[in-house]
């Protein structure tokens, strides 16, 4: 299968307003409207980030047992209140098998977190205290800021590329609810993979779901993975392309309520992570309107929108780890 269904763009032009961003901008939209992935050739520093911040990010995954666990979500550690934000162990549960911590605004921006609507959306994150991971907080805040500022860059550079203001698709991200996510796909252990079917590649080369298939929910995500592989794409005659791992560059790709605002132009593509065999972490980092932002489409202005929290949360029950919560009424912001 042919890798040009997922181009690579350098996003240089685009951060320096150099002549050539008008192209950039161009085979960012050709991209967002084609098989809707793309990966993009950053280097952290070109966002002020030291060159080793995603290890620094998942020294996470170096924290014992019980120090995750106190970080747990609700659903996993009752005696915890946070549903939304926090950890999430692996569950031995087929054919998903993933740790990670999802990780809100107020990593970067204290003042986002509401402790008083009850909203699980803009709960408060539980973090590591600084004796336990020293730094890593900081890092966090750093990153997270870094990945918003370059949303806006993108979501800026889909507006003009669609033929619209960029304030149209930046604004909605002011005050925003993105999550940072830190993701370890750990090795499986083989009388599971034994009672498994491989779904990719043959011998000692197989390789087993690990990640299911699914759409984001979401607006833009912006995805760091390791040198390991096995984020897989599904391409229109219903193959499963690979998105190759590349030093120095994100994956980029968007969700659906992005695909439904832009009247289905930017597809939001079904995606899977097949490994099993090989430890891999992933960094995506979803960045998302504030909860109550108002989302109005370009071309069905008139039909009132909708508030993106309460669409957000209506989409997520389709996942399995939020299923069965509830959401207080949020207060009417
Ligand atoms: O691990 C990856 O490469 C992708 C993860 C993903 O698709 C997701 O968390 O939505
Ligand atoms: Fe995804």
Redesign the pocket.
């Known amino acids: 299968m042919s890798q040009t269904l997922i181009p690579h763009i350098d996003l240089t032009p685009l951060l320096a307003d150099d002549p050539a961003r008008d192209e950039t901008r161009q085979a960012i939209v050709d991209a967002a409207c084609g098989s809707g992935f793309m990966t993009v050739g950053i280097a952290p520093s070109q966002l002020d980030l030291p060159d080793d911040i995603h290890a620094r990010l998942l020294r996470f995954f170096e924290l014992d047992t019980a120090a995750k666990r106190r970080l747990a979500r609700h659903k996993f550690e009752p005696a915890n209140r946070n549903v939304y934000r926090g950890y999430f162990p692996p569950q031995n549960q087929d054919p998903t098998w993933k740790e990670g911590i999802d990780l809100g605004p107020d990593v970067a921006h204290p003042e986002r977190a509401d402790t008083q609507s009850g909203d699980p959306l803009r709960e408060s994150t539980p973090q590591p205290t600084e004796s336990e991971l020293s730094g890593w907080s900081a890092d966090v805040a750093t990153y997270y800021e870094a990945m918003e500022s370059l949303g806006g860059v993108i979501a800026g550079a889909l507006a003009e590329g669609l033929g619209m203001s960029r304030e149209t698709l930046t604004r909605p991200f002011a005050h925003g609810n993105s999550t940072l996510?830190l993701?370890h796909?750990p090795e499986r252990p083989a009388e599971t993979l034994a009672a498994m079917p491989a779904v990719d590649g043959s011998g000692d080369a197989r390789r087993w779901m690990v990640?299911v298939p699914?759409c984001?929910n979401g607006f833009i995500?912006l995805?760091w993975?390791d040198q390991v592989g096995?984020?897989q794409v599904r391409t229109p005659s219903g193959d499963w392309e690979e998105v190759p791992p590349r030093e120095h560059a994100l994956?980029v790709n968007f969700g659906r309520l992005l695909s439904d605002w832009s009247g289905g132009r930017i597809q939001a593509t079904e995606?899977r992570?097949v490994g099993g065999t090989r430890s891999r972490h992933?960094i995506?980092f979803f960045f998302e309107p504030a909860v109550d932002a108002h989302i109005e489409a370009p071309d069905t202005a008139g039909d009132g929108g909708y508030i993106y929290g309460d669409r957000l949360w209506e989409r997520m029950q389709a996942f399995v780890e939020f299923q069965g919560l509830e959401r207080a009424p949020a207060a009417d912001t």
């Open positions: 996510r993701i796909y990640g699914h984001d995500t995805l993975q096995g984020l994956v995606h992570i992933s995506p």
